[in-house]
């Protein structure tokens, strides 16, 4: 290659006694015929890199031919403009190139392609997405996104992210699970660990905490509001149509009318989970029994611990007559009364789990008559952990009306609490090492039941979390009941007391009292 054709390819004149050309801003065409730019082009690209030494005097020369300075470093700014440009061609025909190998060599065709993308989490589609645009076609497909589990440890999802996810899914959407979990996904079988999250109270391992977020007011973005599901009603409803699980964690921004809003729109629900929502339990079961009648499973945990006295007898009915086909039914953290509980055990039918871990106010009463023809005999599962007011006697006539018969179907059952249980006088005076008479005889009767009754030692108090290997046992297994056989229980203890004892019997009328008051919080929500 010649310098005349170097001069040509940057715009500039190879011969300095010319007059100085005016140079525009951008590298223009140097000629209007295609196969003469292309001639040109290719004969650059001929310019191996073993002539570098003959590019650079080039260049030097092309330079020094200009007589102003202003030439001078007008023609390097060409070059270095002429060069990006071609870097940048090269790599969106490396791109396109690589795109089509992979179209070719990818053995499966687009629709069993977005068969298995849709069959990935939520963020393997993502990342799926942005390796070649052969994937990010098929990850565009609705059925990619009719699974979608968009939780995190942190903040890290907003509402235009769940939005656009919902209308990609459209009418496919299955499944939809949002909000942060501070811990395991789900809380183990027997486990009152508890997965509400409070951005205000702590800093993650991530090393975001709520004193950084209050310093970005009006700039955060990865934060769910009120409105973040707002898209399950939009255009018609089309995406909460046939939806039939959701779950959602700690969206601190969520409360009743936005939530009933939603729900409305997912007649279809059978599976529904939330976790740490500023929402009332008695307006959360009303539109629950309002607007989704073939619900399965409803698991409930208050965002803040017995303060939540707002269930009504009423409310109870309605869940009753209106969801007959409810099997799985956890409401923990709540003040709930044993009229009221009895109300649902005995009413829904089909109950084969129940868990009341964590909850004020009951004592146990709930459970007499119960578990024959006059309901609770499909229960499978009852887990009373941690309930602060359960009382001793009744758990004694509980396993011995067990081993009278009822129950038969029992497979598990959780009386553990970590502050023992009441006396019947006085719910002060704790029980630390209850005497269940009828227990050995009754794992010889029932060897498949499972009895999780862990005590600490009196005067101490345990927070510790039920390992996977304590509560994930299988209970049909035969180990089960032979490390229950010798009725011995395990008592741990711990220094001090972690656990916030209610100060009241927990049947007083005031729902706030013997409870701290958390003030809420002040941030502007967006309307639906």
């Known amino acids: 290659m010649d310098s005349a054709l170097l ?90 190139r690589a795109s089509t190998h992979n179209a070719v060599v990818w053995p499966l065709p687009s629709d069993l392609t977005i068969k298995v993308f849709s069959l990935l989490d939520t963020q393997s589609v993502c990342h799926a997405a942005a390796t070649c645009s052969f994937f990010n076609k098929c990850a565009a497909d609705p059925l990619c996104y009719s699974d979608i589990n968009l939780t995190t440890i942190v903040p890290r999802v907003n509402n235009i992210v769940v939005s656009t996810m919902i209308k990609r899914a459209g009418k496919v959407l299955r499944s939809l699970k949002l909000g942060i979990i501070p811990g395991p996904p789900v809380a183990s079988l027997g486990s009152s660990q508890a997965l509400v999250y409070c951005m205000r109270n702590s800093s993650d391992t991530s090393g975001f905490s709520w004193n950084d977020k209050k310093s970005r007011q009006g700039k955060e973005t990865s934060v769910l509001t009120r409105s973040c599901l707002a898209p399950l009603i939009g255009d018609g409803g089309t995406a909460g149509a046939l939806l039939k699980r959701l779950h959602l964690y700690n969206i601190e921004r969520m409360d009743n009318t936005a939530f009933g809003a939603a729900i409305s729109a997912c007649p279809f629900l059978l599976d529904l989970e939330i976790v740490g929502l500023h929402v009332e339990l008695r307006q959360t079961l009303e539109s629950v029994s309002r607007s989704c009648p073939l619900i399965d499973r409803l698991f409930f945990e208050s965002s803040k611990t017995g303060r939540d006295d707002s269930l009504k007898l009423p409310t109870c009915n309605d869940l009753v007559n209106n969801c007959p086909y409810l099997s799985s039914l956890a409401i923990r953290g709540f003040k709930l009364h044993d009229h009221k509980v009895r109300v649902l055990v005995k009413g829904l039918r089909n109950l084969k789990f129940v868990d009341f871990s964590t909850s004020y106010a009951i004592t146990g009463e709930f459970l007499r008559n119960l578990g024959g023809s006059v ?7 009852l887990i009373l952990r941690d309930c602060m007011h359960l009382r001793e006697a009744e758990v004694s006539r509980l396993l011995s009306a067990i081993l009278a018969g009822r129950f038969k179907l029992l497979k598990h059952l959780d009386v553990s609490n970590r502050e023992g249980l009441a006396s019947d006088d006085d719910w002060y005076q704790r029980c630390y090492t209850p005497s269940f008479m009828s227990l050995c005889e009754l794992l010889e009767e029932r060897p498949n039941l499972r009895v999780l009754a862990d005590f600490p030692a009196e005067g101490s108090f345990v927070e ?53 008051v958390h003030e809420e919080s002040s941030d502007e929500v967006d309307d639906l």
């Open 464 to 516: 510790e979390p039920v390992t996977s290997s304590d509560v994930n046992d299988d209970t049909n297994s035969p180990s089960v009941a032979s490390s229950h056989t010798s009725a011995e229980y395990v008592f741990t203890s711990s220094s001090e007391s972690s656990y916030n004892s209610d100060q009241s019997s927990g049947n007083e009328d005031d729902p706030n009292a013997g409870f701290p």
């Open 375 to 381: 309901g609770g005999s499909l229960l499978e599962v």
């Open 7 to 96: 001069h040509h390819a940057v715009g500039v004149s190879p011969n300095p006694k010319l007059k100085r050309p005016c140079y525009p801003n951008r590298i223009s065409t140097p000629t209007s015929d295609p196969n003469q730019f292309d001639a040109l082009l290719e004969s650059l690209l001929d310019f191996h890199d073993s002539s570098a030494i003959t590019l650079d005097l080039a260049i030097d020369r092309i330079i020094e031919s200009r007589p102003h300075d202003s030439d001078k470093n007008d023609v390097i700014h060409r070059a270095l403009r002429l060069g990006s440009a071609l870097t940048e061609a090269a790599k969106r025909s490396a791109r396109r």
